[in-house]
């Protein structure tokens, strides 16, 4: 893969991963992801903080064979079948918590897996599957800045030629969508959005300030989806630089699907196909769908 560094750190990024369909599909956001994964130097691990592992600890999956999870309802049996072999990498959960003490984390040998917010991606990233994948779950019973501190803790991995990533999306309000706003977003979402990019690029720990934001409560109903860029967000700060946009969007009126990559040499082409739609389930509330 080509060299996309800035020096000898791995780069970075936080992912708005939508639908699960993204995994089947190809658009926009789908190409962006591929163009990203393509750019960077291969990494010897990946470590995602995706939004579907919201648990009350923090902890790391530690099993040498992490299942596909399947974690979603309603959707095409072929979504279903997809698989992601990717190996695990045990050793990590040591590494890891040895880096951010004394904040606690504990070694999953057999609870998670790989979740549909990281697949979903990756299946695009890296279709290979033949870079070990690790996830960290997000501590429910922590507030905004414990995220963000333990984001910046993580930094001596990307000197190790691990890449981070978190998944999840920075507005994402299931009971606000609307099918006939398919590629539009409603404009306390677009607020909210806008304003986030703003913190991203100039001061990203900023972005740990916007539950303060006149349209949070609409934008962020729960915080599982918008603390995987806290972990970004907190990367940048050690690192002492804003972020750049990788591809932005919106679905169905109350999701963004805004990309962030930290320590990119340079922006990554704009993606060739047009398109940004992504399919839901006709006949599953998308509130039970668990996207």
């Given at each position: 893969m080509a060299d996309g560094t800035s020096g000898a750190l791995m780069p970075a990024a936080f992912i708005g991963h939508g639908s699960p369909m993204n995994a089947l599909e190809t658009n926009r956001y789908t190409e962006s992801w591929h163009a990203f994964g393509e750019s960077v130097p291969k990494p010897t691990a990946i470590l995602v903080v995706s939004a579907h592992w919201y648990i009350n600890a923090t902890a790391v999956t530690a099993m040498p064979r992490p299942r596909t999870i399947h974690d979603f309802y309603g959707f095409p049996q072929a979504l279903f079948d997809v698989e992601y072999p990717a190996p695990g990498m045990p050793?990590?959960?040591?590494?890891i918590s040895d880096i951010v003490e004394p904040t606690w984390v504990g070694a999953d040998l057999d609870s998670w897996g790989i979740d549909h917010g990281t697949w979903s991606v990756l299946v695009h990233a890296f279709p290979q599957a033949d870079i070990p994948v690790v996830q960290l779950s997000i501590n429910a019973d922590k507030g905004l800045d414990y995220h963000l501190e333990l984001g910046a803790k993580l930094a001596p991995l990307r000197e190790r030629g691990v890449l981070i990533v978190g998944s999840g999306n920075v507005v994402h309000n299931l009971g606000g969508m609307n099918p006939r706003l398919a590629e539009d977003g409603y404009d306390w979402a677009q607020?909210?959005?806008?304003?986030?990019?703003?913190?991203?690029?100039?001061d990203p720990t900023e972005v740990a300030r916007l539950d303060g934001h006149q349209d949070y409560r609409l934008a962020v109903p729960?915080?599982?989806?918008?603390?995987?860029?806290?972990?970004?967000?907190g990367l940048a700060g050690a690192a002492r630089t804003g972020t750049d946009v990788l591809i932005d969007g919106y679905a169905y009126g109350s999701l963004s699907m805004t990309a962030y990559t930290l320590g990119m040499d340079s922006p990554l082409p704009a993606p060739a196909n047009g398109s940004s739609t992504m399919s839901l389930p006709a006949d599953v509330p998308i509130d039970d769908t668990n996207i």
């Open positions: 050793e990590m959960a040591k590494e607020r909210f959005d806008e304003e986030a990019k703003a913190r991203m690029a100039d729960t915080p599982d989806h918008f603390l995987p860029l806290l972990y970004l967000a």
